[in-house]
């Protein structure tokens, strides 16, 4: 049976340049958390690589030191597409299936999201989105395997881009949009399961973009439990975030998790003089890990040397830690879950396993618990307006 994945969304930003350089973090260690070199365990063998900001080098893999043992998801820039970062041009489809074939494992069939700059433009996201599945179907070798996209704003649109994407022969598929909220990811849910798409045995893989809230990791670790539970153990779910790597820009280092509030102990780290604490004091580091052995607050106050790799690796590991304890408790029988997350929220996941018990009942199931999944909203920022957002991805 599988465990949920998450990857690191970290190939823009600051961090970036010290990977491909294989910049040391102190002497004797590096900071690539996927090397092999990479202290045992804490190594992280999973990344994601966006097109959007790396399409041009077709030797990107190698440029982060990426081996083969290393399990790289790339995201085909419909993010930088959707808020113009990228202008879309019909031909932008070969250069990003090329690229994704050069350098992933598996890879994300090019989408324009129906949000941001094309929000009303569903069925042109649709139909453009359309023919550049075809293209990858069409073009496939197997070197990479692709996921097919399903985007929408609510269950109506998800279920129409479905049942217009759904008979292409990919590898799985990838939900998009689900970084709104809860009514998102079960909007989404509702046509794969009513239409058993989890039942066709090409899909091997499930992949949930840029959600990584602790209530997201509940939610699909348990997605993960259902499809283990209801399909075999055959479909590995994940999740990627930039979330480490942009919580320094706010000078936040993540401490713990508090599960049965589903939030993060956060620290907050101010820049400047005058600070109240003296250079040589420890920074915390509750899980032992060596990136933040002997690192300091007169490092911190700087921000100047590895600090910003230091606290990011620290929120990675925290994240991964986080996803370990998690899982252990959704394994178990759902009373004990239920001890742990908050009343709602239980009920979302009940609704969840409703579902996959009578698929026929799917949308019914949804309509009854609508204002339910209503309650649980999206982030605490909203990132794609928010300027330190994207001043750290330029």
């Known amino acids: 049976m599988k465990d949920l994945i998450y990857y690191p969304s970290l190939s823009a930003g600051g961090c970036a340049g010290d990977f491909k350089k294989n910049k040391e973090i102190k002497p004797g260690l590096t900071c690539r958390f996927y090397d092999k070199e990479f202290p045992e365990r804490w190594r992280h063998p999973y990344f994601l690589i966006t097109a959007g900001h790396h399409y041009k080098w077709m030797d990107a893999r190698d440029r982060y030191g990426l081996d083969e043992d290393v ?11 959707a808020t113009g970062a990228i202008k879309w041009d019909p031909s932008f489809k070969k250069t990003i299936f090329d690229w994704l074939e050069a350098n992933c494992d598996l890879g994300v069939n090019l989408d324009i999201p129906p949000r941001a700059k094309y929000d009303g433009k569903f069925y042109e996201c649709m139909d453009i989105s359309y023919d550049n599945f075809k293209y990858f179907a069409d073009n496939q070798t197997g070197k990479c395997k692709f996921l097919n996209v399903i ?53 091997q893989f499930i992949h949930v973009l840029g959600i990584s809230k602790i209530s997201d990791f509940f939610m699909l670790s ?41 939030t993060f102990t956060d620290l907050y780290f101010p820049k400047g003089e005058n600070l109240p604490y003296n250079d040589d004091d420890l920074v915390p580091n509750p899980l032992g890990h060596p990136v933040s052995e002997g690192m300091t607050f007169g490092e911190v106050s700087n921000y100047k040397g590895p600090v910003t790799m230091k606290m990011t690796l620290n929120n990675l590991f925290v994240f991964n830690e ?31 396993e409703e579902m996959f018990k009578d698929p026929d009942k799917a ?12 309650k649980f909203g999206g982030s605490t920022r909203d990132l794609v307006n928010n300027e330190v957002f994207n001043q750290f991805f330029e």
């Not at 399990?71 to 597409?81: I, Y």
């Not at 283990?228 to 706010?250: A, C, E, F, W």
């Not at 949308?363 to 209503?374: A, E, F, G, S, V």
């Open 71 to 81: 399990l790289v998801l790339g995201d085909s820039g419909g993010f930088q597409l």
């Open 363 to 374: 949308i019914h199931i949804y309509n009854k618990n609508r204002q339910l999944y209503d």
């Open 151 to 203: 985007q929408g704003n609510n269950v109506e649109e998800y279920e129409a881009w479905y049942q217009k994407m759904k008979d292409f022969e990919f590898n799985g598929w990838c939900i998009g949009g689900a970084q709104k909220r809860v009514t998102m990811f079960m909007s989404a849910l509702v046509p794969m399961i009513k239409n058993r798409e989890f039942e066709k045995a090409r899909n």
């Open 322 to 352: 986080t996803v370990k304890q998690v899982e252990e408790i959704v394994k178990c029988h759902n009373e004990l879950l239920q001890t742990v997350v908050p009343r709602d929220f239980y009920a979302v996941l009940m609704s969840m």
């Open 222 to 262: 348990f997605f993960q439990k259902m499809v283990n539970k209801y399909h075999g153990g055959r479909i590995q779910i994940s999740t990627d975030s930039s979330s480490p790597g942009l919580y320094p820009v706010y000078g936040t280092y993540l401490h713990s998790p508090q599960l049965s509030k589903m």
